[in-house]
């Protein structure tokens, strides 16, 4: 069964610093992997896409992808209190748009 | 561009009764799903369809739930009857061709009492 697995947190990080997460998944045959923010009682939103190993950046997000790891992960620098929001991990196991499986989030508090 | 829009925001309703969840996609998108979540389950994946054709319902739970994409710019999803176990937030997303992500409606919140 294909799975993407985060940890739910909740993960505290203050003003300015800098807040990691991470993101495993289970298929080798992962293709593209997302991320998405979700505020409280809001719709998911898509930040970051990346389709290859390495490091993509994005102002202050930076997306992070190992696929020998089975790994990817997103770096926010610079967090600030407005960063505070669920994140989604995405992963795409196929060609086609239709497998497009999310983590259940992981939870960021950016403490003032 | 309106992004995806959803109606109604929030529903509530009694057990057994039927509700019907719409939802109009981005212009040019071919892709729509249809995902529901709760805290326990996250967000799973009902049913998608591509260019209107329902392509995988395999997560539609069970009968009582079906989903319709007459044209390009309109689908339903439909509960009939519903059951408490059914309150959840309804999205529907809609991309384009190349897996570039999905864009997610606003959602609509439905407490089935």
């Known amino acids: 069964q294909k799975e993407v697995e985060q940890n739910s947190g909740p993960l505290s990080v203050p003003e300015g610093a800098i807040a990691s997460l991470n993101c495993t998944y289970s298929?080798?045959?992962?293709?593209?992997f997302f991320w998405y923010r979700q505020y409280s009682g809001k719709s998911p939103e898509l930040i970051m896409s990346i389709y290859s190993n390495g490091d993509k950046e994005d102002g202050r997000f930076t997306a992070q992808l190992n696929k020998a790891s089975q790994y990817v992960s997103l770096l926010i620098r610079d967090s600030q209190p407005s960063d505070s929001a669920t994140y989604l991990c995405a992963v795409n196991y196929g060609g086609s748009q239709g497998n497009l499986i999310f983590g259940k989030g992981t939870k960021l508090s950016v403490k003032p | 561009d309106a992004g995806v829009i959803q109606s109604p925001r929030h529903e509530v309703t009694e057990m057994g009764q039927e509700v019907t969840l719409r939802c109009k996609p981005i212009s040019g998108h071919d892709y729509l799903f249809w995902y529901r979540q709760t805290m326990m389950r996250g967000l799973e994946l009902l049913i998608y369809f591509n260019n209107n054709v329902p392509i995988d319902d395999s997560g539609m739970p069970e009968d009582r739930f079906s989903a319709k994409m007459p044209n390009a710019s309109f689908s339903t999803l439909k509960i009939q009857p519903s059951e408490p176990r059914d309150s959840a937030v309804y999205f529907c997303a809609s991309s384009g061709t190349e897996p570039y992500g999905y864009t997610f409606g606003s959602g609509t919140r439905l407490t089935v009492v």
């Open positions: 298929d080798r045959g992962s293709q593209s």
